[in-house]
């Protein structure tokens, strides 16, 4: 199975400042990676996939990129409803492994 | 609208078994996987499984084989995640996702909480 790491585990941060997550994947998965966003008691929220690419509706603060084993995400300017848990998964083989997320709070 | 409604919180006793459902609506149901994920908890999302709900070509994850059963009923368009004996460490939410052939889980359920209690 592929393993996904993530860091930071957590993270805080003022409002306006870039943000960047990083995710590795355990082996080659080109770019079959996405992005969610989970905030307290609700669902998990598509924002990224195929590694770089925008889900509709979602902002374009949000933004993704790598390929093969080292990813990242960014928000270009953090603003207050961005506080969630951010978690990477791979889709290039079952199973689709998460990462283990990154909890991002405001300073 | 493509939607997934799943069954209400369910709370248990360990030893009892239990199906939850995941109703769809607003795509052809037959052409997309069914996934679902685990979320103990205050803890992360755990990948359990895929469902093809045309021929019921089923995928577990190692670590749920055995201890769930995935299921489909392609008139009603609706999934199901069923446990034959609950134990307490089952007390998680569960939710139900969309997956592309080889893409994204790109919409998801509401979630299902189920407590166990011992």
């Known amino acids: 199975d592929i393993q996904m790491t993530q860091s930071p585990s957590s993270l805080s941060a003022s409002v306006g400042d870039r943000v960047t997550i990083t995710c590795q994947a355990s082996?080659?998965?080109?770019?079959?990676l996405s992005w969610f966003q989970q905030k307290p008691g609700k669902a998990p929220k598509l924002l990224i996939y195929d590694a770089s690419t925008l889900e509709t509706g979602v902002p374009s603060r949000f933004s993704g990129s790598g390929s093969g084993t080292d990813f990242s995400f960014t928000i270009s300017s953090l603003q207050p409803e961005d506080i969630a848990t951010y978690y990477c998964q791979h889709y290039e083989s079952l199973p689709d492994t998460f990462g283990p997320g990154t909890k991002l709070d405001v300073k | 609208e493509v939607q997934l409604v799943q069954s209400g919180a369910e709370a248990k006793q360990a030893g009892e078994s239990l199906k939850i459902s995941c109703e769809a609506s607003?795509?052809?149901?037959?052409?997309?996987?069914i996934a679902w994920v685990r979320q103990m908890p205050g803890k992360g999302l755990e990948w359990m499984g895929i469902i093809y709900p045309r021929d019921s070509d089923t995928r577990y994850s190692p670590s749920f084989q055995g201890q769930v059963t995935m299921s489909v009923d392609k008139s009603i368009n609706t999934a199901y995640l069923q446990w034959s004996s609950l134990k307490a460490s089952d007390t998680a939410m569960y939710y139900c996702?969309?997956?592309?052939?080889?893409?994204?889980?790109?919409?998801w359920g509401q979630g299902t909480l189920v407590t166990v209690s011992s």
């Open positions: 996702a969309r997956r592309q052939q080889l893409g994204p889980s790109d919409y």
């Open positions: 082996q080659d998965i080109s770019n079959y």
């Open positions: 607003g795509y052809s149901f037959t052409t997309y996987w």
